[in-house]
Nanobody, 127 residues
Framework: EVQLVESGGGLVQPGGSLRLSCAAF????????MGWFRQAPGKEREFVGG????????YYADSVKGRFTISRDNDKNTQYLQMNSLKPEDTAVYYC????????????????????WGQGTQVTVSS
């Protein structure tokens, strides 16, 4: 069974950092492009970033570019999201997701381009 398990969320002050992890089970992780989304209260789930099978390329939403970094360790079947210079507007539930079988660079931002999702981990940025 495909399973994605996020961890690393919590409460952090503005300007601080967090590193989220997504452990993957039940599929060949090294063959799958991956992504991160987030959903704030009262808002639609939005794209944060994506990463190719090997990690050779990454893709970010404008709102996080320069502050967040996506990486992966295929030996550990794990995807990471390093979040620096956090702002209150980054507060959301963060979700790990697996790309479907029809990947393309231009589709990384689309929710329907992903076929499996984790349960999410809460990130709260507040003083």
């Amino acid at each position: 069974e495909v399973q994605l398990v996020e961890s690393g969320g919590g409460l952090v002050q503005p300007g601080g950092s967090l590193r989220l992890s997504c452990a993957a089970f039940g599929f060949t992780f090294s063959s799958s492009a991956m992504g991160w989304f987030r959903q704030a209260p009262g808002k639609e789930r939005e794209f944060v970033g994506g990463i190719s099978w090997s990690g050779a390329f990454t893709y970010y939403a404008d709102s996080v570019k320069g502050r967040f970094t996506i990486s992966r360790d295929n030996d550990k079947n794990t995807q990471y999201l390093q979040m620096n210079s956090l702002k209150p507007e980054d507060t959301a539930v963060y979700y790990c997701a697996r790309r479907n079988g029809r990947p393309s660079y231009s589709s990384f931002h689309r929710r329907d381009a992903y076929d499996y999702w984790g349960q999410g981990t809460q990130v709260t940025v507040s003083s």
